[in-house]
């Protein structure tokens, strides 16, 4: 585990997206700090960037940089939560599709399959709609369903690698049951994969939720959130206050990134190929 | 890892170029933004100019927000499919160019019996169908017993025509005296017939058209009118490609005169910003529903003209008068108190509207000159609270529009606007962004606390807001257009009695009362009347804004 | 070729299941359309409801959506007009087509020669440039990425921007066109004035759209080409004296190429869906802003229902040809499965 550590630390992938994920989880606890509540108006409208508010307002009156600040932390919220959604049904299905085998595996990879048969923009669009839209609750559900399917894939995979290893089969010679096999032995050692493809998703999770609000499937206006942002950015798009673009648009790009290539060092400190050539 | 590893270095690489591309952008911007006249909207005119030997022939193309949904002038209640309908057929009377006043159309001209119920029109000549079929007296008998008769074989089974259903329930019967003559009478007095009689739903269609393909099994016309109709209007029905564009072609043999333009396209653009880029390009020569943020930029553009019209609409704070806390007369004062128009205006707005005091718009006759709005008072409006009992506030929801209306160009803006003024009074609001029908749906069966709505004139008269969004008769749950649901019963009084009366005086001063209760009431807190705005190519001639809404494009044409 | 046989016949039931998924949600819709035509009249539309069938139990409507899909392709009427909704998704769905193709083109062509040429030339400028393609289109919201290039194309190059698939003035002389991708048609028929508004209307959208193909390929070549490359053939070919160019071209590339058509397959489904962005931004007439601006907005269940449903057949199709190629290129495939 050490040598791993090292191995992450000394990539500078991993830093960097260490470093830019950090900036937004930190910015994220910092949040209450903000000038200004990012859900009541200040007294102007529409106004450049100033001293008092350093990126300017928009036209409800609500100080943009409060505003990206607390976006970090809808942001983050949503895409963890929608993780966390794709991860308790993803993992348990493909645990039990790699375990048992058989019909229950023949099943729950149709079932995959067919998801994947949709393109997730699309699929994640029509549940939202399906479920009402216009919260962030149904967005975290849409995003999270649409992104089950490679966690199940990926479990289900490892699975079959650990099973018919020598300690899955101590395990079960010391008469433990399947559950306990599964979430104490087999578990732990798919860790690994289940982490990385996480920390891809939930980049991934950022991109899609914020497509969502801008097809106005998202979360209503007031809601502090970079999508929103973005979507009423468009209209401005001619006008003086076209910066308005920036903040928002940079803030998804650079904590995308972020995730993005804290995913990929990961996996390189993953890589026991890598491991042994480093 | 020796490859790799830069990937972090790559990956700051990113930043600048969005950051490059977007100063690049500003800097072209920053020209055009130096000098900015302030837009004064009271000095747009409605008209482009006329040509006095205007140029025959071209395509005119005419950009607007959305696709028709069908072209059965009888059943259509959505503005883009009434704007297609209005230049496909002809109407009995019809609204003078640009103004509200009646004028002559397919009746030359017409006479009432003393006690108003009996109206006998004198039709045209010689006015024939695109078909080449005779416009007759038959025919406008046909036009309006497909309407009330529910067994009519002209309908579809899913025709509604809630318009004839609205408007015109007083109507008893409609009777061919000979060719050229028709009589209508009618159950009761209803002042605003007349006005009513020039509304699209009463355009005079093609009996031969939906006879030309004989009947289904269950004894309707198997002619689809609504995908082709077939009137006698100025222009001609030529084609739909659903989503993209609707063609007709000049009349030649139009009764009116022919249309200076050969081919009038209409083309939906459902972005306000592309319809502009697009007529900036000169690939549409007119438009509909420019942001109001746009205003400005398209009146520095040499190319375009923009034009304008005080509007007749009104956009509204509908609370639920039968639901806690709006039960209570001093809640729904207070917030009236709380709610700040002026800056409602300027941020949903651009500063383009005026505060609306009553729910008849100032641009109506009837509207009560003399009321005087609240001024923003966030003390009297807190004491208005704790008199009633909510010293704390209290919580409630608003319901509004996802999409944008004409009188309500950028729905959430104004929400959270309306949420702000009340949050500093003590009242907790949840906004509730609902879809167009959702919307409808969910108000009309009186599910909601607190909606943001409007009202376009249909008929230009004062009964058609007053009354459709106030009376009692409109409280029906189910079927409600009084979104308030309130229920005075003064105020019904004073509404019917204004209905039957066709003097015009004693009906303003009977609405004049029935407005200044309403305005002590506070069933709903009137925001803001919009003007209508258009905005058309330089070469373009002729064009007029209705302000009773509709599009009439006979008298385009393009400048020599 | 039992394989291929039994990968073709794999398709129907998935697609069956992927009705049945599109209906029900479709179905679970809170509202209609019909609540909006409708307004006020109840009676009218309970009539409405019960001449359409829509009282039916779900099964029953299923099926009947099915049976109309597989027979005659008829995708139901919509609940506004009550007019087919199918010939307008048809058409929707060739200009979608037609605008993934060009992306999926210009991502694939662009992410495939940055792509060798990284992988040939590692930490060179090209190499930086390959790490920013790959990085930044699975980075950045590709509706912000829109906005950006249309404030630049419009402000800086002043190009005209128009949401139009080709100049309304061009309309004579595509009527005569026996399909909807105007594109294609106008090379085909060299008419190459048709082609040119063509091409300016789709650049832009295909731009944007293309970053998202265009890293995955220039990211997958790279690694499959450095992978190849450090094979023991490639290093012995190398070693044998055969110029480097030609090791690459010859066997590392071909090699190489393997996965990559294996994802650009997957990419061209997914950019089908994921166009609904792009399209919006630019004002795109295709399928996916059509389905969300008329069918979601509007709430018309058959619109969203028939638009997911044709974007889901192809992506299906796609993958199938994608696959039977696979089995043309790699002759292994056909007994390992």
Known sequence: ?????????????????????????????????????????????????????????????????SRLVHGARSALLVALAAVGIALSVGVPAGLVAGWYGGWVDGAISRAVDVMLAFPSVLLAIAIAAALGGGSAGTVILAVGIVNAPPFVRQVRAAVLQVRPLDYVAAARALGAGDARILFRTVLPNCLAPILVLATLSTGIAILDAAGLSFLGLGPPETFPDWGVMLTKARVYIQHDEQWMLLPPGLAISLTVLGFNLLGDGLSDAFDPRRLSRS | ??????????????????????????????????????????????????????????????????????????????????????????????????????????????????????????????????????????????????????????????????????????????????????????????????????????????????????????????????????????????????????????????????????????????????????????????????????????????????????????????MHTGKKPFDDVRVRQAVAFAIDKRRIIAAAYNNIGKPAVSMCPETMVGFDRTLIDRTRDVGRAKRLLAEAGYADGFKTSLSYPASQRTYLPDPPTTAIQIQQDLKEVGIEVELRKRDWSALIKETQNGEHEMCLMGWMADIFDPDNFLYVLLDRENAVEGTANNLSFYKGDRVHELLKEAQASYDIHRRERLYKEAQEILFEEAPTVPLVTVPDFRVVRKDVRGYTIYPAGGEFFRHVSFAR | ????????????????????????????????????????????????????????????????????????????????????????????????????????????????????????????????????????????????????????????????????????????????????????????????????????????????????????????????????????????????????????????????????????????????????????????????????????????????AGGILLVATTFIVVNLLVDLLYVVIDPRVREQR
């Open chain 3, 1 to 304: 070729m039992t394989y291929a046989l039994r990968r073709i016949l794999v398709t129907f039931p998935l697609l069956l299941a992927v009705s049945l998924i599109v209906f029900a949600l479709a179905d679970a819709l809170p509202g209609d359309a019909a609540d909006w035509r409708f307004a006020k009249q109840p009676e009218a539309k309970a009539a409405w409801r019960k001449a359409r069938g829509l009282d039916d139990p779900f099964v029953v409507r299923w099926g009947r959506y099915v049976k109309g899909f597989a027979t005659r392709l008829d995708l139901d009427r919509s609940y506004q007009d009550d007019e087919p909704v199918g010939p307008e998704l048809f058409r929707k769905l060739q200009a979608t087509f037609e605008l993934t193709l060009c992306a999926m083109t210009l991502g694939v062509l662009v992410g495939l020669a940055v792509g060798i040429l990284s992988a040939v030339f590692p930490r060179s400028p090209l190499d930086y440039l390959g790490q920013v393609l790959a990085l930044g289109g699975i980075s950045v919201p590709i509706f912000w990425l829109g906005m950006v290039l249309i404030v630049v194309a419009v402000k800086v190059f002043d190009f005209p921007f128009s949401s139009n698939r080709y100049d309304l003035a061009l309309e004579a002389r595509v009527k005569d066109f026996a399909t909807h991708l105007y594109l294609l048609e106008s090379l085909a028929r060299l008419r190459l004035d048709v082609f040119a508004s063509c091409a300016r209307n789709l650049l832009l959208p295909a731009i944007a759209l293309s970053t998202i193909p265009m890293a995955v390929v220039t990211r997958m070549t790279r690694a499959a080409m450095l992978e190849e490359m450090g094979k023991d053939y490639a290093t012995t070919a190398r070693a044998k004296g055969l110029r480097a160019r030609q090791v690459i071209l010859r066997h590392v590339l071909r090699n190489a190429l393997i996965p990559i058509v294996t994802i650009t397959g997957l990419q061209f489904g997914q950019l089908m869906g994921g166009a609904v962005l792009t399209e919006t931004v630019f004002s795109w007439p295709g399928l996916g802003r059509y389905i969300v601006a008329k069918g979601v907005a509007a709430r018309d269940t058959p619109v969203i």
């Open chain 2, 1 to 318: 890892m020796r490859i790799r590893g830069f990937r972090a270095r790559a990956g700051l690489l990113l930043l600048p170029v969005p950051l490059l591309l977007l100063c690049l952008g500003c800097e072209g911007r920053k020209k055009a933004a130096e000098a900015k006249p302030p837009l004064d909207v009271t000095k747009l005119l409605p008209q482009a100019p006329d040509d006095p030997q205007p140029k025959d022939g071209g395509i005119f193309i005419w950009g607007r927000s959305g696709d028709a949904t069908l072209l059965d002038p009888a059943d259509v209640t959505d503005g883009e499919s009434v704007m297609v309908v209005t230049n496909l057929f002809d109407t009995l009377v019809a609204f003078r160019r640009g103004s509200t006043e009646i004028e002559p159309s397919l009746a030359t001209d017409w006479s009432t019996s003393p006690d108003k119920l009996v109206w006998t029109f004198r039709l045209r000549e010689g006015v024939t169908f695109h078909d080449k079929s005779p416009l007759d007296a038959a025919a406008v008998v046909f036009s309006f017993e497909r309407q009330r008769d529910p067994t009519h074989s002209a309908r579809r089974a899913t025709s509604v025509f809630s318009y004839y259903q609205n408007n015109f329930k007083s109507l008893e019967k409609v009777e061919a005296v000979d060719e050229h003559t028709v009589r209508f009478t009618l159950k009761e007095p209803y002042a605003p017939f007349l006005a009513a009689l020039a509304l699209f739903n009463c355009s005079i269609v093609s009996p031969r058209a939906f006879q030309s393909e004989g009947k289904d099994a269950d004894g309707r016309y198997a002619y689809n009118f609504a995908q082709r109709p077939v009137g006698s209007g100025p222009f001609v029905f030529e084609s739909w490609e659903k989503d993209s564009r609707i063609t007709l072609r000049a009349n030649k043999d139009y009764w009116g005169g022919a249309p200076r333009i050969d081919k009038l396209i209409f083309k939906p653009i459902v972005d306000a910003q592309t319809r502009l880029k697009e007529l900036e390009a000169g690939s549409i020569h007119g438009m509909d529903n420019p942001e109001l943020r746009d205003l400005e930029i398209i009146q520095r553009n040499p190319d375009l003209r923009l034009l304008g019209s005080p509007g007749i609409n009104v956009c509204y704070l509908a």
């Open chain 1, 1 to 65: 585990m050490s040598r791993r550590r090292r191995a992450f630390f000394r990539n500078r992938t991993a830093i960097a997206g260490l470093v830019l994920v950090g900036l937004v989880v930190l910015a994220a606890l910092l949040a209450p700090a903000a000038p200004y509540d990012p859900e009541t108006r200040t007294d102007s409208f529409r106004s450049p960037p100033d001293a008092a508010h350093w990126l300017g307002t928009d036209e409800n009156g609500f100080d943009v940089f």
